[in-house]
């Protein structure tokens, strides 16, 4: 405010120097001696702007409550605008996911708010949130797990039973599990096309080690192998009262919300054995110089460092001042040397990372041109040894504290943001004027505890060196700087689709799944005394799969021979299995069914409506329950689905599968069935709603279905 009231009396100062008093034009005077003009007085320089010391951060009153079932309560008042604001932080992470279900946690806090309660789905929730301008969400992350929501004032009860529900009753329906497997497999194909982020992840993954929970990644196969009942497990084992504290803020009185929120929770009283600590980080990676190759890049992307600290550290505030000075933005010694005078960085910057409860990762990140990526890494190195042999001078010092000071004006200059961070510091342990302890320890770091810091913890011949860039273009190879090369390995393990886990219980609710569905469809009889049958269907693909239109005819004779007619305006395809082998023909003449093509039909034929309903009856077939409406369908070839049904009347309801793209990448496929009809006692869907990776891909009209009409194995043979 101080500053602004300056400003604005400066520039009033200005604008009266420059306006006449009495703005009429002077009446004309004869000539006379011209006198020189006098000189206006000088404005003043915003060096001259003096602004007082920053105070202390000030705490905002909040009431701490124990609830009958020993979840913490934090309420604090804030009239300011007609809103309510809350936060459920839960003591888990991706830290306790199991080796080979690393995105269990992910997944499990993706899904805890898209998929749904057991009252209304994902979508009824949407929609039921956007009419009242509210909000719910979730999360999980390295070491908390949170479920966040806001409101306005009115509608604070509404959106508070919703926020509970997502809580206490999240329901993992299994589209929206399949729709966060295929965005997580997305991003695992796409993570080698940025070489900043090539950087990140390879520098924390090698400084951590990869065979700890702090350097896993997820793989394809690790999220494949995750199913409906794991994430019900994981949410079972750390989401419960006791491990839970819950913050609200916002327009409301204390008393009022303390005994809303008690009775609303009432029911909420699932008790679980204390969370165990967070795995420790062990083990010192070896130092070294590491390759990435990416031959496309013209510039080389760079990390150097080794493990940081913690906040509780008691040089850590030092150790900030220290790194701002090497590497804190433009006043920095790295940017003055490496960027500006030696003009070959990019970017460049140093921190000293902290973590609440294990050691963050001291960082000199930055991109360099390829050409003088020896020579910025070997002036890195100069200025880390100079910092940790010399004092800094004054200047440096005074510039750091303030930046560092300066920033925790923007980090608590809300009561909302302050309350947060207080929550943080409860949950970690720390002390209530951690705050407080922390910037009167910046404030008095001197230059002796800046050389004391660097010395005692920067230790160059323990550093990582990660380089990722394109060899060929160094002007110098990097082992000039005295080390050993190792090359990474940036191959993404290809995709391999698992079963998910069986045993007896599992199998058996499978078979009584199964088989109240076939009940449902016209008997278990019925169905198997089907010989063949022709299923005529109009395919509208949506826009953006290409809006195409076409005309499929599917021909089945059980248990194993198929054809299959697609006729669009790029022609006719014709496509001939007989369990064995087969061919595809087009305009341009027919060859031998192999690759790709043979892979779709053969996953067609496997997952043909009249062949899932009878699985049970099928050698080499696994049906198995993954959920209380849902069976996971497998057989010894690879092939796996999962078919949901309907909880009212007992019928196939979804079919989810996993398909590849042209471009060889992981999808998940989700059929949707609708409109059945009875066709010669068998109940088939006449619609079916096609949605691949989570967006509407083709809706399919099933225009003809005809059961036992005497398909002859020879006539579906013949090719066209």
């Not at 014709?574 to 093509?597: R, Y």
Request: net charge neutral; charged share 25%; hydrophobic share 40%.
């Amino acid at each position: 405010m101080k500053t602004r009231l300056a400003i604005l009396a400066l520039a009033a100062a200005l604008a009266a120097a420059q306006t006449p008093v009495n703005p009429q034009p002077a009446p004309a005077k004869p000539p006379a001696a011209q006198r020189p003009a006098a000189r206006p007085a000088s404005a003043p320089s915003y060096k001259d702007l003096r602004y007082p010391p920053l105070g202390a951060v000030e705490i905002p009153k909040v009431e701490t409550f124990t609830l009958a079932n020993g979840m913490k309560l934090y309420l604090m008042e804030d009239h300011e605008l007609p809103v309510v604001n809350g936060l459920a932080l839960v003591r888990t992470g991706n830290l306790f996911d199991p080796p080979d279900h690393v995105g269990l946690a992910l997944i499990t806090g993706m899904t805890m708010r898209t998929g749904g309660t057991r009252a209304r789905t994902g979508e009824q929730l949407d929609e039921q949130l956007e009419n009242i301008a509210a909000g719910v969400e979730s999360g999980i992350g390295e070491t908390s797990g949170s479920v966040s929501f806001s409101a306005l004032k009115e509608n604070t009860d509404e959106v508070l039973g919703v926020f509970k529900d997502v809580l206490t009753a999240p329901e993992f329906r299994q589209d929206k599990i399949n729709l966060a497997k295929t965005q997580i497999r997305s991003g695992i194909a796409r993570r080698n096309d940025d070489p900043g982020g090539i950087r990140q992840r390879e520098f924390t993954n090698i400084v951590y080690g990869k065979d700890t929970p702090y350097g896993w990644q997820e793989e394809y196969a690790t999220i494949d192998r995750i199913s409906r009942a794991d994430l019900q497990d994981f949410y079972r084992r750390y989401f419960f009262p006791k491990n839970t504290l819950l913050a609200v803020w916002g327009d409301f009185d204390t008393a009022a919300m303390k005994a809303a929120v008690e009775k609303l929770f009432a029911d909420w009283s699932v008790e679980q054995p204390p969370v165990p600590a967070f795995p420790k980080v062990a083990g010192t990676p070896p130092r070294g110089m590491y390759l990435a190759v990416k031959k496309e890049v013209t510039q080389t992307f760079f990390a150097i460092g080794h493990l940081g600290g913690d906040y509780r550290d008691k040089d850590y505030p030092a150790l900030v001042i220290m790194a701002d000075i090497l590497g804190g933005g433009f006043h920095s010694r790295l940017f003055r040397r490496v960027r500006t005078k030696m003009g070959d960085a990019y970017d460049i910057s140093a921190d000293w990372g902290g973590n609440y409860d294990h050691p963050g990762l001291f960082e000199i990140a930055g991109s360099t041109k390829s050409l003088s990526t020896v020579a910025a890494l070997q002036a890195i190195r100069e200025e880390v040894e100079r910092i940790r042999t010399t004092e800094v001078t004054e200047a440096e010092l005074n510039t750091a504290k303030e930046s560092a000071l300066n920033g925790l004006v923007f980090a608590f200059d809300t009561r909302a943001k302050t309350l947060q961070r207080m929550l943080t510091y409860e949950y970690f342990g720390y002390p209530k004027d951690f705050l407080q302890q922390y910037q009167k320890a910046l404030a008095a770091v001197t230059r002796a505890d800046v050389l004391r810091v660097a010395k005692q913890h920067l230790h160059p011949d323990a550093f990582v060196t990660l380089a990722v860039g394109n060899p060929a273009d160094f002007g110098q190879q990097l082992d000039a700087l005295g080390s050993a090369v190792i090359p990474i390995d940036l191959t993404i393990p290809p995709p391999k689709q698992e079963a998910a886990k069986e045993d007896a219980a599992t199998l058996e609710k499978g078979k009584q799944l199964l088989a109240r569905a076939q009940q449902a469809a016209g008997g278990v009889e019925r169905l198997a005394a089907v010989k063949d049958t022709t299923q005529v269907a109009e395919w509208q693909f949506d826009a953006a799969a290409g809006g195409l239109q076409l005309k499929k005819t599917d021909r089945w004779i059980a248990p194993e021979i198929l054809r299959q007619e697609s006729v669009s305006a790029a022609g006719r395809i014709t496509a001939f299995f007989d369990g064995k082998s087969g061919w595809i023909a087009s305009a341009g003449g027919s060859m031998l069914l192999a690759g790709a093509p043979l892979k779709q039909v053969q996953g067609d034929l496997f997952r043909l409506y009249l062949r899932m309903l009878l699985s049970d009856r099928i050698a080499g077939r696994a049906v198995n329950a993954t959920g209380d409406a849902t069976v996971e369908i497998g057989d010894a070839t690879g092939q796996i689905a999962q078919l949901e049904f309907d909880a009212a009347t007992g019928l196939p309801r979804k079919l989810l599968y996993e398909a590849v793209t042209g471009g060889g990448q992981p999808v998940s496929v989700e059929e949707e069935y609708a409109d059945f009809r009875a066709v010669g006692g068998v109940k088939v869907p006449f619609k079916i709603t096609v949605t691949q990776g989570g967006r509407k891909y083709a809706a399919v009209a099933v225009t003809d279905f005809q059961i036992d009409t005497g398909l002859k194995p020879q006539d579906l043979g013949r090719r066209p």
